[in-house]
């Protein structure tokens, strides 16, 4: 090759950004079978399983929140105990 | 008094999802507090649209078996306050929807927003049926093209018929407006398309809108912001005159006409 480019010049900036959102969002969806947060149900099943057996928690007192990132996604369980106080917990895969 | 609006069209591809996301900005940079849901089950799009896929957890269909509460599976929106998104399942399909989980979940948003957002898959099917079951008010999406007028005649037949409004007796029939987009004024100028007046003569409803054929659509897709917020587009403030419509101010309608051919065009005559 005689130093030429055969890439697009200008793509333009919202066209890579695109790519970007869909090649983060895909690898999570092919990931799992269909898309991963299909356990997330289970999860929040079993975070209230656990903290019941040592308080009294209401059903929805566990609030799950995800942001999936291309190197790194994070999910943030909120637990609402009686008496005001709240756990948080973040983990990151 | 919350309303429930669906942004409807029988033909796919219109642009439903992206008016969706629009007007559900729109609505909500005005200040109403608004919630947009995805209807379309199996083919989550509007999460894109809105720029919010990375942080869904939970959706419509969980919240309807029961495995999430409302309040889990709804998406604050970063830039407006008075927005909220609830997704769909990308897994799941039209059968997970059932006509009583969607009307409980509905009364539940109906007591938190002033404005509920229905983005209907297209057909008019199960979930297009479902979508617009219980809507105050349509937002018919058209394309000035016969397949698409055909479709939206079927779609306002099915709203005046098989929705809840239409089957109570003594309830006003849904409100339906005919929003026009895809507009491309060079190609209706041409007399390749039908014009706005051609298409209002044919369905015959108040007319909320005319949204220019534009490249800030796609631009506003890619990058996840509901076109609306781009405010220098030409769509983007198409779509803003259309909500302010929409909550019952008067503006006058101007609908762009085919621009005049420029210089070049001029020299070098028209190609194809
Ligand atoms: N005013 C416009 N100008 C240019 N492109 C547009 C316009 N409106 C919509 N589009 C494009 O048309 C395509 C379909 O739009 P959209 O997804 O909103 O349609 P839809 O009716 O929701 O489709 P479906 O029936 O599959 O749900 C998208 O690529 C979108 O970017
Ligand atoms: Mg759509």
């Known amino acids: 090759m005689f130093g030429f480019s055969f890439k697009p010049r200008n793509k333009g900036k919202s066209a890579q950004t695109a790519k970007e959102r869909l090649q983060i969002l895909l690898a999570h969806e092919r990931g799992g079978n269909g898309s991963s947060p299909d356990y997330l149900p289970m999860l929040q099943r079993d975070i209230l399983e656990a903290i019941k057996k040592h308080v009294h928690v209401e059903r929805d007192a566990v609030d799950i929140r995800m942001e999936r990132d291309d190197e790194l996604s994070s999910l943030e369980i909120n637990i609402e105990l009686p008496g005001g106080r709240t756990v948080q917990s973040s983990a990151s895969s | ?272």
């Open chain 2, 1 to 272: 008094m919350s309303k429930v609006i669906v942004v409807t069209s029988g033909k796919g591809g219109v642009g439903k999802t992206t008016s969706a996301a629009a007007i559900s900005a729109g609505l909500a940079q005005q200040g109403h507090k608004t919630v947009v849901i995805d209807f379309d089950v199996g083919l989550r799009n509007l999460d894109m649209i809105m720029g919010c896929e990375r942080r869904v957890v939970f959706d419509f269909i969980n919240v309807i078996q029961g495995d999430a509460k409302l309040k889990q599976a709804l998406i604050k929106d970063r830039r407006l306050d008075t927005l909220s998104i609830l997704p769909t399942s990308q897994t799941r399909d039209k059968d997970a929807l059932t006509s009583e989980g969607v009307e409980k979940v509905l009364e539940e948003l109906r007591e938190e927003f002033d404005y509920i957002v229905c983005d209907s898959p297209a057909g008019i099917e199960r979930g297009a049926q479902l979508a617009m079951y219980y809507a105050d008010e349509a937002v018919v999406v058209t394309n000035p093209e016969v397949s698409s007028v055909r479709d939206s005649d079927r779609v306002l037949g099915l709203l005046n018929s098989k929705t809840k409004r239409a089957e109570e007796s003594g309830a006003d029939p849904i409100k339906s407006h005919l929003l026009l987009t895809r507009y491309d004024a060079k190609r209706i100028g041409e007399g390749e398309m039908m014009n706005v007046e051609d298409v209002l003569e044919i369905l015959a409803i108040p007319l909320l809108g005319v949204i220019p054929e534009s490249t800030a659509v796609l631009r506003a897709s890619n990058v996840g912001l509901p076109v609306v917020l781009d405010d220098k587009s030409r769509a983007g403030k198409a779509y803003e005159e259309a909500v302010a419509r929409l909550t019952g101010e008067q503006i006058e309608m101007r609908i762009e006409s085919e621009e005049r051919p420029g210089l070049f065009q001029r020299l070098f005559g028209r190609t194809a």
